[in-house]
């Protein structure tokens, strides 16, 4: 495909046409880089074979199906091209952190929908202009923050047993502890995942199981 030497491909993998329309908008006067957008990972991953993409940026649309896509499209990407920008698109905080802590492989950076558009813009600018893992703020330091807060053991057993359909007290009989102990290893769990309620935590531990993370 005939590309101009000095501009950059990014795909962006985007359901919603608002958003995209929004995004190239944003990027319409910067001629660093050439944006193409892709309905699904298949379409990027049929493309990425003939284009040489300096970095994708996966915008989630909310859905668990949605997160499993953009965590095996991290994972193959990073297996066959490491060095390409792995950027992710989310909805909220709890969001970003969820992503983070599932992911089997580095992040680049993690960009807020929901931020102002200036900063919305300036941090993506940054993340594909970094030649390091992410750039210099708060927003996109949640691979650093979490990579310290993994799920022990325990907590995974638990969250095994939770999609298994056990309740707190059965769990705790089980695992032969105090109702107490189980109902604190849940709610650490919680928090290192960024949900705050039961559906987020089995979303999240439905999610690791797909991806083969309990041990």
């Known amino acids: 495909m005939e590309q101009f030497s000095d501009q950059l491909n990014i795909a962006v993998v985007e359901t919603c ?9 944003l990027f319409a006067k910067q001629s660093q880089y050439r944006i193409t957008f892709f309905n699904s990972r298949d379409e990027f991953m049929q493309m990425r074979a003939h284009v040489p993409f300096h970095g994708v ?22 297996s066959l091209q490491p060095n390409m920008k792995r950027i ?11 992503i983070t802590q599932l992911s089997q492989t580095i992040i680049n950076g993690v960009v807020n929908k929901d931020s102002p558009v200036a900063r919305f813009y300036d941090e993506l600018s940054a993340l594909l202009n970094d030649s390091g893992r992410a750039a210099d703020t708060n927003a996109n330091h949640w691979y650093i923050s ?30 032969e502890r105090n109702i107490k ?20 935590l089995l979303d999240a531990a439905d999610i690791l199981r797909y991806r083969n993370n309990f041990l």
């Open 17 to 25: 046409g608002l958003i995209a329309a929004g995004i190239k908008a």
């Open 57 to 78: 940026i996966f915008s989630l649309s909310g859905s668990r199906e949605h997160r499993r896509d953009c965590l095996q499209l991290f994972s193959e990407i990073a």
């Open 88 to 98: 992710v698109m989310v909805n909220d905080t709890n969001e970003a952190k969820l």
């Open 146 to 175: 979490n990579s310290t807060r993994l799920l022990s053991p325990t907590e995974r057993v638990i969250l095994r047993y939770l999609t298994d359909g056990y309740s707190v007290s059965q769990i705790a009989s089980c695992l």
């Open 181 to 200: 102990t189980i109902r604190a290893h849940k709610f650490n769990a919680m928090l290192k995942l960024g949900v705050n309620n039961d559906a987020g």
